[in-house]
């Protein structure tokens, strides 16, 4: 086999191998800040130190490929207008509990419990909503966060 070639080889290989695993390189690519949101309940009320998923490339990636999240962490994802919402649990490690929300920060959906890596959709259902809040998954049972229920953060206030 000529010198050339084995290069060409090693290159296409060496490319696939890479294309394989695009996540590898957007993983650390992705930030976000942090914020409190503050769910009121009829508990009482429950700070979670969320990370706010804005941008595209936020709101694309979410919670994927994390191995844990605290008891007190989410993700809340804020869209630009209210809209029917689909979410999916593919690349996410961890099972998720997903709280819909409307304009004014009422919950209008939970999703308990979401299974890792399942392209099963999950969605606000008819109801349009302004954003995703993403817990550890059995958090909204466990503190008893119900439908009904108002997310406190600035996006919300009028």
Known sequence: MK??????????ILCNFCLSFP?????????FNREPVVI???KGKK????????????????????ES?????????LFDHDQII???MKNTLIPLDMLFIDNEGKIIYIANDAVPNS???????????LAVLEL????????????????????FEK
């Open 86 to 88: 689909n979410m999916w």
């Open 3 to 12: 010198k050339t070639s084995i290069y060409t080889l090693l290159i296409v």
């Open 69 to 77: 999240l605290q008891e007190n962490e989410g993700m809340l994802f």
């Open 47 to 66: 700070t979670y130190d969320a990370e706010i998923a804005i941008s595209n490339e936020q709101l694309e990636r979410g919670l994927m490929y994390r």
């Open 40 to 42: 009121n309940t009829e």
């Open 23 to 31: 996540s590898i390189a957007k993983e650390t690519a992705v930030t």
């Open 119 to 129: 392209l099963t959709v999950i969605n606000s259902g008819n109801t349009p909503v």
């Open 136 to 155: 550890k998954g059995g958090n909204a049972k466990a503190h008893n966060i119900n439908i009904g229920d108002k997310v406190i953060y600035r996006t």
